[in-house]
């Protein structure tokens, strides 16, 4: 499941696990780091790829948009719930 490109060049906003200190990098910066010391407390933070998903999921432009995540393998996100994409288990069918 690949991390939209959409988002390579997009603030992303992440919060120190230790402290809840906010910081923001572009989308490019989060897909090659793993882990993330934080500047306020010291705390190196470990970004999973989970956490990076939901990371880019929150950050997703809203249905309507001409990048829209689809899920590898599996049905395209179809439903923007206004917190994530969410899979088109509702999508109409033809019939
Ligand atoms: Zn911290």
Redesign the pocket.
């Known amino acids: 499941m690949p991390l939209s490109a959409a988002l390579n060049d997009a603030d992303l906003e992440f919060k120190?696990l230790?402290?809840g200190?906010a910081f923001v990098r572009k989308g490019s910066w989060f897909k090659v780091i793993s882990t993330f010391k934080?500047e306020?407390?010291g705390?190196a933070n470990r970004i999973g790829y989970a956490d990076k998903l939901a990371l880019f999921e929150k950050h997703s432009p809203p249905f309507g948009s001409t990048q829209r995540p689809t899920v590898n393998g599996g049905p395209a996100l179809t439903r923007w719930s206004g917190v994530g994409w969410t899979a088109g288990l509702s999508r109409p069918s033809a019939k």
């Open positions: 120190c230790e402290c200190h934080c306020r407390c705390v």
